[in-house]
């Protein structure tokens, strides 16, 4: 005869002989039940090849082990990557993380949290979209489940922020650019969607002040996240127009620069800094496939790993110890320069 399929823990109880008290005990935390009963329950999974429904195990436990992970857009291979060193950390440390893609729409970041409270979650690591977001919602989903943001700061709420010094990145690449070669203009966004963006733009007028140049900011229109389309469009038409001041320019982003590199490209300049290149790009973030670009990408590298290890530590303490963050913190990585063959 067929075996019949085990469908929940009640009918694995009744054909392994053993309580359903002890087996959730043992799947809550299989070290808290004797070796030999233990045995026991790993042999019988076995025979019955019975998996326990992981989300319904955390959803009897007062406390579960679900941490939800939100990022504004999976499509971007920048927020894949930091999404998957913070979902590798929670995994590490025994938890399961639920990934969420936000789709670039901030009423979709909404919509995740609400989905989320369902599931219980210990804690949650968003990397929001800033300004857009919607504050109270955050602040209010952190008074019942803790937050720990990444990425993207919103001052003043939620437990903790962990991310990138964007003040000392864009200072480090400027000071670089302008020591090469002619100061850098400023290719961004009109409308950003990412608050980062903002502090870069501020980080490289204080910069230029600081190193006694004037600065000059050029805006793309379109506030999507198809930014290559925007920076090949938008960057390729300010360089049709020969609008930028200087022959190096410093994109707020890795794909907006890629964008560009495409645009250049099109109209023959040749971008880099040996001889006959008439034209320098350089970006920010080390986007996956920055260094894969035709030339390959100047930029400032995150460190995708101390921010996705350090978010998941402030969470996993505050778990640890059951109670809230008397005071909160902000932890801010430095960047680091990568001198590539672009500028």
Request: hydrophobic share 35%; net charge neutral; aromatic share 8%.
């Amino acid at each position: 005869m067929v075996q019949k399929k085990i469908r929940n823990m009640e009918e694995f109880a009744a054909v392994s002989g053993i309580s359903r008290p002890t087996l959730s005990k043992y799947f809550n935390d299989p070290d808290s039940v004797r070796r030999s009963t233990r045995h026991k329950i790993e042999l019988a999974l076995k025979q019955y090849d019975y998996r326990p429904n992981v989300f319904a195990v955390n959803q009897n436990r007062r406390k579960t082990k679900n941490i939800g992970v939100v990022v504004p857009n999976l499509a971007d291979p920048f927020f894949s990557e930091i999404g998957r060193e913070v979902e590798l950390a929670c995994i590490s440390a025994g938890y399961s993380p639920i990934l969420l893609s936000s789709h670039g729409n901030p009423s979709q970041e909404r919509n995740n949290l609400e989905s989320l409270r369902s599931l219980k979650p210990a804690g949650v690591l968003l990397a929001p979209f800033g300004r857009v977001s919607d504050h109270a919602e955050i602040e209010s989903f952190n008074k019942d489940v803790p937050v720990v943001l990444f990425d993207a700061n919103i001052e003043g709420i939620c437990e903790a922020f962990v991310g990138t010094d964007n003040f000392q990145s864009v200072d480090l690449i400027v000071e670089y650019l302008c020591r090469s070669g002619e100061p850098p203009c400023f290719f961004e966004m009109k409308s950003p969607t990412n608050p980062n963006a903002n502090k870069r733009r501020q980080a490289y007028l204080e910069s230029m002040e600081r190193h006694g140049h004037t600065p000059h900011i050029f805006q793309a229109e379109g506030s999507e996240w198809n930014f290559e389309e925007i920076g090949s469009a938008e960057g390729g038409r300010f360089l049709s127009e020969n609008a930028f001041k200087t022959n190096t320019v410093l994109c707020s982003n890795d794909r907006l620069a890629i964008g560009m590199l495409s645009a250049a490209f099109r109209q023959g300049r040749r971008v880099g800094h040996g001889e006959g290149c008439d034209l320098r790009i350089a970006g920010h973030d080390d986007h996956p496939f920055s260094r894969f670009t035709c030339p390959s990408l100047t930029t400032i590298a995150q460190d995708y790993a101390a921010i996705a290890n350090r978010a998941v530590s402030t969470l996993f303490r505050i778990l640890d110890a059951d109670e809230r963050l008397k005071q909160r913190e902000e932890t801010q990585f430095d960047g680091k320069l990568v001198m590539r063959d672009s500028a």
